[in-house]
């Protein structure tokens, strides 16, 4: 069937709108029709990693819309089903069976490959593939193909613009807080960057109970949003950060998350914990960073990686919208809503910092 898309022809290209070819689905395959999609910093990361050789693509991975067909081996969705889309996993291997789905042992195939697992073009245009299937879905598209594993039916009561992000950047915030840092009312947890994985984090850990947050960010106007959500606001532009951090929690830290990628913020997140601390990573950056380890050792801290939320996203986004409709998990208002092509303002507007979550509409 002919959508429209929008296509990205290289990292220094605007998206464009064009229309292009969507493959019938399959047997294992659902047809979405897409109302919104986040967009996230993996999607411009990809793009400028993509050379134009490569031809064009298409990105998006926090698409939700409404179920338009099932294929005939699918179970558990319908037609009209309302659904947020996520990461894909094979289900079989180690990992997927341990409940480390998002450590798939076949995750690159499955979401950065372009193409379908068995190598087949899911979009075409003009007769030429598209590098397409991007986390299974491409949803920088009006309608897409995605697959049971990576499908989560939701109550049509839910707004799928503001949950969209719960596909991928929430998650990634939320997860990171509960499903690994874990932290307790006692504890003390600080932010490097108040981007929307930023804020995912800070409102997952109040949710929590925890009573100290703290956020590092340069932008003002997303330090003011974190006073209001109750967290101590540092500038790095005017602050000490580590002796900040330090002060506001009487000797440093019990965790710490880093979602820049920035080799040097990640040093900070480090040197601003307590003995025994926690540093999390999950921003996509510099691929090598000089750590301390003395004080590493030392002081008996732990850094570690983390990949979408380490969510099995079946039972951690329900668990999210639950929080949300309870009033402790208010994602909601980190979203601004564009017209889909109005993309590439959307864009410049996340650059610039000031928008905190972009979702663009049909």
């Keep these: 069937m002919q959508v429209t898309a929008a296509l990205s022809r290289g990292p220094d290209s605007p998206f464009t709108l064009e229309t292009v070819e969507l493959d019938e689905p399959r047997a294992d395959e659902v047809l979405v029709r897409i109302v919104a999609t986040g967009l996230c910093h993996t999607d411009l990361f990809t793009k400028a990693a993509l050379p134009c050789a490569l031809g064009p693509a298409v990105l998006g991975h926090e698409g939700a819309g409404i179920v338009v067909h099932v294929g005939s081996r699918v179970n558990g969705v319908m037609p009209g089903d309302h659904v947020i889309l996520s990461y894909r996993h094979c289900g079989d291997c180690d990992q997927c069976r341990s409940a480390g789905p998002a450590y798939c042992v076949d995750a690159h195939r499955?979401?950065?490959?372009?193409?379908?697992?068995?190598?087949?073009?899911?979009?075409?245009?003009?007769?030429?593939?598209?590098?397409?299937?991007?986390?299974?879905?491409?949803?920088?598209?009006?309608?897409?193909?995605?697959?049971v594993d990576n499908v989560i039916v939701?109550?049509?009561?839910?707004?799928l613009a503001a949950a969209a992000p719960l596909g991928c950047g929430f998650q990634t915030g939320a997860g990171a807080v509960l499903n690994v840092l874990r932290p307790v009312s006692e504890s003390s947890v600080?932010?490097?960057?108040?981007?929307?994985?930023?804020?995912?984090?800070?409102?997952?850990?109040?949710?929590?109970?925890?009573?100290?947050?703290?956020?590092?960010?340069?932008?003002?106007?997303?330090?003011?949003?974190?006073?209001?959500?109750?967290?101590?606001?540092?500038?790095?532009?005017?602050?000490?950060?580590?002796?900040?951090?330090?002060?506001?929690?009487?000797?440093?830290?019990?965790?710490?998350?880093?979602t820049t990628g920035i080799p040097a913020v990640i040093g900070q997140?480090?040197?601003?914990?307590?003995?025994?601390?926690?540093a999390v990573v999950v921003g996509l950056g510099a691929p090598e960073v000089a750590v301390n380890i003395q004080d590493l050792m030392l002081s008996g801290k732990t850094l570690r990686?983390?990949?979408?939320?380490d969510s099995s996203v079946q039972q951690f986004i329900p668990q999210l919208l639950a929080l949300h409709a309870d009033g402790k998990f208010p994602y909601d208002r980190l979203v601004t809503e564009y017209r889909f092509d109005d993309i590439n303002r959307a864009v410049a507007d996340q650059a610039a910092g000031t928008v905190i979550k972009p979702v663009l509409v049909w």
């Design 110 to 147: 499955l979401n950065s490959s372009g193409r379908r697992a068995d190598g087949s073009a899911t979009v075409t245009q003009n007769g030429e593939p598209v590098r397409a299937a991007f986390f299974g879905q491409s949803s920088f598209a009006e309608h897409v193909l995605a697959t």
């Design 190 to 258: 600080v932010v490097f960057g108040a981007g929307s994985v930023g804020f995912a984090a800070l409102l997952a850990a109040r949710s929590a109970g925890v009573a100290t947050l703290l956020a590092v960010d340069p932008v003002p106007a997303r330090r003011a949003l974190a006073e209001e959500f109750g967290a101590v606001a540092i500038d790095p532009g005017s602050q000490d950060v580590v002796a900040a951090i330090r002060a506001a929690t009487g000797g440093g830290a019990t965790h710490t998350l880093d």
């Design 305 to 309: 990686g983390c990949v979408e939320g």
């Design 269 to 278: 997140a480090l040197s601003s914990l307590r003995a025994r601390g926690s």
């Design 154 to 159: 939701v109550d049509k009561s839910v707004d």
